[in-house]
């Protein structure tokens, strides 16, 4: 099992109510689980490798269905790597 430290940090209540919202619907089974999830996409942010550069995309709900569609069918392996295809394609459009 991986060593563990304890972090105590203050969270605002609406903080701590969209949290609790985010267990009771499932999405994360614990408290701990959102937090570290959270971590992990933040430091991911500042340690990624030096060729790679993260970006953030909001998208429609009905790209994301077609997304999901497109993994489900075995187009993609992930949601992420159907964005990376997408990108790469209109690049390579878009230059040539």
């Known amino acids: 099992m991986v060593s563990t430290e ?7 209540k609406e903080q701590l109510l969209l949290i609790q919202n985010l267990i009771d619907s499932g ?4 408290m701990t689980d959102v937090v570290k999830s959270a971590l992990d996409e933040f430091l991911g942010k500042f340690y990624s490798p030096e060729n790679i550069q993260k970006v953030t995309v909001d998208l429609p709900k009905g790209n994301m269905i077609q997304l999901e569609e497109l993994v489900r069918d075995g187009d993609s392996i992930s949601i992420d790597d159907a964005i990376r295809n997408a990108v790469r394609e209109y690049t390579r459009n878009r230059v040539s």
Not at 6 to 12: D, H, L, Q
Not at 27 to 30: A, G, L, M, R, V
Request: aromatic content about 10%; proline content about 0%.
């Open 27 to 30: 999405k994360f089974d614990t």
């Open 6 to 12: 304890r972090v105590t940090i203050r969270i605002t």
